[in-house]
């Protein structure tokens, strides 16, 4: 089980640039796979990036080139660097672990991206 929060929400004008973080109640070392997700208003969550516990990663083909996911073992926290931001990118951001056999969810964090 693990608890997780995240935060790096804003609002932020089109070009602009935000990093997102996902702190972890618990060792994020061998996490199966921690990710990113994302909920426009009348879509469906969509996975916007993943990262395996090999670093191997994964990521939209929206946001490839424009967004960069990492991992910090020591803080036990997952980052989702967002460069080059549009329009379509608003959404509240969702913070995932999965596990073999359970996925846990954070809060999420808005993020707004408008002039």
């Known amino acids: 089980q693990v608890q997780l929060v995240e935060s790096g929400g804003g609002l932020v004008q089109p070009g602009g640039s935000l990093r997102l973080s996902c702190a972890a109640s618990?060792?994020?070392?061998?996490?199966?796979?921690m990710g990113w997700y994302r909920q426009a208003p009348g879509k469906e969550r969509e996975l916007v990036a993943s990262i395996t516990s090999r670093s191997g990663t994964n990521y939209a083909d929206s946001v490839k080139g424009r967004f960069t996911i990492s991992r910090d073992i020591a803080k036990d926290t997952v980052y989702l660097q967002m460069n080059s931001l549009n329009s379509e990118d608003t959404a509240v951001y969702y913070c995932?672990?999965?596990?073999?056999?359970?996925?846990?969810w954070g809060q999420g964090t808005q993020v707004t991206v408008s002039s």
């Open positions: 618990r060792s994020i070392f061998s996490i199966n796979v």
């Open positions: 995932n672990a999965h596990f073999v056999y359970s996925d846990y």
